[in-house]
């Protein structure tokens, strides 16, 4: 081969590899956005965003996996209905539950980092998946508090406590899809 040879042959390879992350990165921004339609109305939705975004970080590594949710929070900035109910704007994403949406870049970070370094043996989705809701809880219930002037724990009470059973199926059920979609499919 000549060098011109291998300068298509490497960035035709660099170029396809590109063009497949910004299709996995799309596809799952699209699967967080169906997952939040998901849900059970209540002050604060039930819904199966969090799962969604489990899956994402998991399949798709700490990078492309952060930058599919921080695509899925500006879709909902500019005003695209991709929240809980088909919703969106700047309102709802700086509002009082909004800091569980940005809590969501440090849970996929998370669970992409552990994965990325660790693999995605069980145990690793599992514990990963209960950190990156931790921060997110963390984070979310912080800014809940400084918006609504509410105590912390009172926070809790309001926005992690009737969740916690619900986020544990859905880690469950988020570490299976991992693992079995692992097993089919290499992204």
């Known amino acids: 081969m000549n060098n011109t040879t291998d300068f298509h042959s490497k960035h035709g390879i660099t ?17 967080i956005t169906v997952s939040a339609q998901i849900a059970i109305p209540t002050a604060i939705p039930f819904t199966l965003q969090t799962l969604g975004v489990f ?3 998991a399949m ?13 929070i500006l879709l ?8 809980a109910g088909l919703s969106g704007g700047v309102d709802k994403v700086v509002g009082i539950t909004g800091g569980y949406l940005v809590g969501f870049i440090f849970t996929a970070l998370i669970v992409g980092l552990m994965t ?7 145990w690793v989705l599992v514990l990963s998946m209960i950190l990156g809701l931790a921060v997110c809880y963390l984070f979310g219930t912080v ?3 400084i918006v609504s002037k509410t105590a912390f724990w009172e926070a809790l009470m309001i926005c992690v406590v009737p969740y916690l059973l619900f986020d544990v199926l859905k880690i469950a059920v988020a570490t299976v899809l ?7 499919v290499r992204l």
């Open 15 to 31: 170029s396809m590899k590109r063009l497949l992350d910004l299709i996995y990165i799309a596809m799952f921004t699209a699967i």
């Open 55 to 57: 899956v994402t970080g």
């Open 60 to 72: 798709l590594g700490w990078k492309r996996g952060s930058i599919s949710v921080c695509i899925y």
């Open 76 to 83: 909902a900035l500019i005003g695209v209905p991709v929240l």
């Open 116 to 122: 990325d370094i660790l693999g995605r043996k069980l």
């Open 143 to 145: 800014w809940f508090c």
């Open 178 to 184: 991992v693992n079995r979609l692992d097993k089919v």
